[in-house]
């Protein structure tokens, strides 16, 4: 089925362990985009891509890793876990940089 | 930094009621969008307006772009419980979209 679908859908990790979260699109959208959503922030972007071997840095890039090496794909690595980053992930593509269509979010838990 | 600032942040009404959602900003945008997110998945695109001034539908819906293309609002006519969720607008910016603070909308029957 056409659509964005992230992995997992729950996690919960140790502190200091490295977290890959997944995210694939059978669009070939040109864009995709990491979001993180916590009450009291919003939706902050950690980073984005606008076309594979292409990424950038958004709001919040510290402590995680991207790669696109192929245009469906954007994993989302974080390198050491830590509490700081508890929060509920949401993964996006596009054809250009509005109209966004989103994943149904991982929640990822650090204790 | 631009920002989006939306009021209020949280709204709870009864079934049938009408309401407004506010979206501002002292930023200048090319285009707004409205999105809306259901308890555990991720944000859906309503609509996008883009002209100054611009008004759209969505059935029960109305969207209007301020004549300066720094605010937004949202009108919901007769609210239904399936209009339950958070309501976020978001800014087009200079390479990236701008999201909201959000607005917490809970309607009982």
């Known amino acids: 089925d056409a659509g964005i679908t992230q992995s997992p859908r729950y996690k919960i990790t140790e502190t200091g362990r490295q977290v890959t979260l997944m995210c694939h699109q059978t669009?070939?959208?040109?864009?995709m985009f990491w979001y993180r959503q916590d009450l009291g922030h919003g939706l902050r972007l950690i980073y984005y891509?606008?076309?594979?071997?292409?990424?950038d840095k958004g709001e919040v890039p510290d402590g995680y890793v991207v790669s696109r090496s192929k245009t469906e794909n954007f994993p989302l690595t974080l390198e050491s876990a830590t509490r700081s980053q508890t929060s509920v992930y949401f993964c996006?593509?596009?054809?250009?940089?509005?109209?966004?269509?989103f994943g149904s979010g991982t929640r990822l838990t650090v204790v | 930094t631009q920002l989006l600032e939306q009021s209020p942040q949280f709204l709870s009404i009864q079934e049938g009621e009408n309401l407004t959602v506010y979206c501002n900003s002292s930023?200048?945008?090319?285009?707004l969008q409205w999105y809306r997110q259901e308890p555990g998945e991720g944000p859906v695109l309503l609509v996008t307006?883009?002209?100054?001034?611009e008004v759209k539908k969505l059935k029960r819906l109305t969207f209007q772009f301020g004549d300066a293309r720094k605010d937004s609002s949202l009108h919901i006519t007769a609210a239904q419980p399936g209009d339950t969720g958070l309501y976020l607008c978001?800014?087009?910016?200079?390479?990236?979209?701008?999201f909201g603070t959000g607005t917490r909308l809970q309607v009982f029957p």
């Open positions: 891509s606008a076309a594979a071997d292409i990424t």
């Open positions: 669009w070939s959208h040109s864009y």
């Open positions: 307006v883009v002209t100054g001034g």
């Open positions: 996006a593509s596009s054809e250009s940089w509005y109209g966004y269509t």
């Open positions: 930023s200048v945008f090319s285009s």
């Open positions: 978001a800014g087009v910016g200079t390479d990236k979209l701008i």
